[in-house]
C-alpha cells in the first residue's frame, strides 16, 4: 500500500506541453487545450481521493497490525510456559499415565451404570411376573375351591332341567383343570335310569342342544350380576323333531321372562314345525332375512 502510494504522480507541467507543440509546429487549439485542462484537472481530484482512502486505511491496518504483533507475542509467551512445564523431568509421562487412568476409570463408570440400570429393570420385570403369578395362583387357587365346593351345582341344575324339558332325558356337565390349570367342560346326556352315557349325545344336532343349554343356564344363573343378558344361536332348530323344536321355544319364552334375558335364533322356514302356522309370532321375529336389498341381510349391510 506505501508503494502504490509513492507510484501516485499527479504533477502535469502545462509549459512543457505548450512548448512540446510550437516546436514540432503544431497547431494547439483552444479548445484541446481547455480538454486537456479539465482532465488534468479530473485526474487531480481522482488522485487526491485514491490518496486519502490509502492512506486512511493505511493508518488502519497499521493500528491491527500492531494488535495483531502483540497477540501473537502473548501467544508465544504461553506457548513457552507450557512448553517448560511439560518438559520438566517426568510431568509429561505423568499427564499422559493419569490420562490413562481417568479413561478405564470413566470406562468402568459407564459400565457399571449399565449394569445397574439392567439391574433395575431386571427387578421391575420380576415384581410384574411376582405379582402376574400371584394372581394366576389365586385365581386357579379360586377355580379349585369352586370346583372341590360344587360351586357349579346351580348351573348344572339348571342345565339338567334345560335339556329335560326339551327332550325328556338328563344332562350333566363336568369340569376339570387341565395339566395347564385351566378350566375345561364337558357335557353329556345321561341316561335316565342307570346315568351312562347315551347315543344322543354322539349326534351333531343334540350336540348343539347342549351347547345352547349351557349357554342359556350361564345367562340365567347370573342373571341377578352384571353378566352378558342376551345370547345368539343360529340353526338350532335345524334337524330337531318337530315336538322338540316346540318344547324349546316354550321353554325359551318362558325363561326370557322369567329372567329377563334376550335370546336371538336364526331359522329357515324349513325348519319351523309343519302344521303350526302360529308357533311364532309376528311379535317374535325382528329381520326377515333375504338378499334384495340391504334391508334383509342380519346386519343391514352388505360387507
Do not use: W
Not at 49 to 59: A, G, I
Not at 126 to 150: C, F, H, P
Amino acid at each position: 500500500m506505501k508503494n502504490s502510494l509513492s507510484e501516485i504522480f499527479d504533477n502535469v507541467d502545462q509549459k512543457s506541453i505548450d512548448s512540446l507543440f510550437r516546436e514540432v509546429n503544431l497547431y494547439y487549439p483552444e479548445k484541446l487545450k481547455k480538454e486537456y485542462e479539465d482532465l488534468i484537472r479530473f485526474q487531480k481530484s481522482i488522485t487526491a481521493e485514491r490518496k486519502e482512502y490509502l492512506s486512511e486505511n493505511l493508518d488502519s491496518l497499521e493500528i491491527e497490525y500492531r494488535e495483531l504483533n502483540k497477540t501473537i507475542q502473548n501467544l508465544e509467551d504461553q506457548k513457552s510456559e507450557y512448553l517448560a512445564i511439560l518438559t520438566e523431568k517426568d510431568t509429561y509421562y505423568k499427564f499422559k499415565e493419569y490420562q490413562k487412568r481417568t479413561v478405564k476409570a470413566e470406562v468402568e463408570i459407564s459400565r457399571i451404570k449399565d449394569k445397574l440400570a439392567a439391574i433395575d429393570n431386571s427387578i421391575e420385570i420380576e415384581n410384574k411376573i411376582t405379582k402376574k403369578r400371584d394372581l394366576i395362583q389365586e385365581k386357579v387357587t379360586g377355580l379349585k375351591t369352586s370346583l372341590s365346593q360344587r360351586k357349579h351345582a346351580d348351573i348344572n341344575k339348571i342345565f339338567n332341567f334345560i335339556i329335560k324339558e326339551v327332550i325328556n332325558t338328563n344332562a350333566l356337565i363336568s369340569l376339570k383343570l387341565n395339566s395347564q390349570d385351566n378350566v375345561d367342560f364337558n357335557a353329556d346326556y345321561q341316561n335316565k335310569t342307570d346315568l351312562l352315557k347315551t347315543a344322543e349325545g354322539q349326534g351333531t344336532t343334540y350336540k348343539k342342544l347342549l351347547c345352547v343349554a349351557f349357554d342359556l343356564s350361564l345367562l340365567i344363573h347370573y342373571s341377578r350380576n352384571s353378566f352378558y343378558k342376551f345370547v345368539y344361536h343360529d340353526g338350532v332348530l335345524e334337524g330337531l323333531d318337530d315336538r322338540i323344536k316346540i318344547r324349546f321355544v316354550d321353554l325359551i319364552k318362558k325363561l326370557c321372562v322369567e329372567y329377563n334375558i334376550q335370546y336371538i335364533i336364526t331359522l329357515i322356514d324349513s325348519d319351523l314345525p309343519k302344521n303350526k302356522s302360529d308357533f311364532i309370532s309376528t311379535n317374535d321375529v325382528c329381520l326377515r332375512l333375504n338378499d334384495k336389498n340391504d334391508n334383509g341381510k342380519l346386519f343391514l349391510n352388505t360387507f
